[in-house]
């Protein structure tokens, strides 16, 4: 099992749910009693406006295969079912930067409507 914080691997799903592509998550919460989880979408490509830079040096333990981005704004709830595999668990001022910068970026959306 995994804790808020670690990178798992898992088939993340498109938007449209028609679709999964494996790909690395941020897992913002430990899994519940029924094994979901929150996570955010990790991303290689940095042209991602609200994303969080993601190297070596923001773990605690495991590696990166290159350098990523944390996509704040690709929030979903997935189960413990999906995991393939945790590799690496971020230092903890990364994990609540993540969680931080999605509570503005609500908070925003809140303050707009």
Request: hydrophobic share 45%; aromatic share 6%; proline share 6%.
């Amino acid at each position: 099992m995994f804790e808020a914080g670690a990178l798992v691997l898992l088939p993340f799903p498109f938007s449209d749910a028609t679709t999964t592509k494996r790909r690395p998550v941020l897992a913002l919460t430990a899994p519940d009693e029924y094994g979901d989880f929150i996570g955010m979408a990790v991303s290689s490509r940095s042209h991602h406006a609200s994303a969080i830079p993601l190297q070596n040096d923001s773990l605690m333990e495991g590696q990166l295969p290159k350098p990523s981005w944390i996509r704040v704004d690709r929030v979903v709830t997935l189960n413990v079912s999906l995991v393939v595999k945790a590799f690496a668990k971020t230092k903890a001022e990364v994990h609540r930067q993540a969680v931080s910068d999605l509570c503005e970026m609500l908070r925003q959306q809140i303050t707009k409507a």
